[in-house]
């Protein structure tokens, strides 16, 4: 065999080579990034279904709810509370919306300040605390403007924090647990002796010190 047709062989063989490593890593890659299926009775989107005809819930499912439920044992759909189904939806970045004209929007919290939201106030009952409400805090004493900075990290993106100026009102979007936790901490916070604000923190904030 001349040393030619030897080279001609050898470099056929490193090309046959390379191509093949290059179609193995290629299908490793395509199972790498293909989403895993779960079994049918892991589906989220079952589950919700399941749920909603035992509960006598008419559901408008949004198409992107279709993850597999991880949870440390199994969940039966047909025993499963409508509390229960709130708390599995938030776990998944879903929440149920206000019942309107006998149906329920299930769709990701980050449309939550879009859709129809439960208007409550101190008297309201039976709202669970994965449920994303609407409520109106009263700070006072404390001024409603002050307190945005502080308790807004504890909202959510898809929740919502403000103030009202003329009524130093706080107006909140986000889960009931999340309201009561900010409720109790302006509780805290009214029981600590008001301290008068420093000579810098005036300046800081344009106000002239008095004399």
Known sequence: MSMSMLARGTLL??????????VVAKQASATDAAPQSCAADLSLL?????????????????PRLGPCVMLSQPIDAQRISYRELQALLALHG?????????????????????????????????????????????????????LIPILRPLIPQYGHLVADGQTNALIVVSRYGTVRTLEA????LRQRPMVAPRDDDKSASGTAPTR
């Open 13 to 22: 063989s490193m090309i046959l080579g390379l191509a093949f490593t290059a």
């Open 46 to 62: 079952k589950v919700v279904s399941e749920a909603g005809r035992r509960l006598n819930k008419k559901f408008l499912i949004d």
């Open 94 to 146: 879903f929440l149920d919306t206000m019942e309107a004209d006998g149906v329920i929007n299930i769709v990701p919290d980050a449309n939550a300040r879009q859709l129809p939201l439960r208007f409550i106030d101190d008297t309201a009952r039976d709202v669970g605390e994965f449920e994303i409400v609407m409520k109106i805090i009263d700070p006072s004493p404390l001024s409603a403007a002050h």
């Open 185 to 188: 901490m302006i509780r805290k």
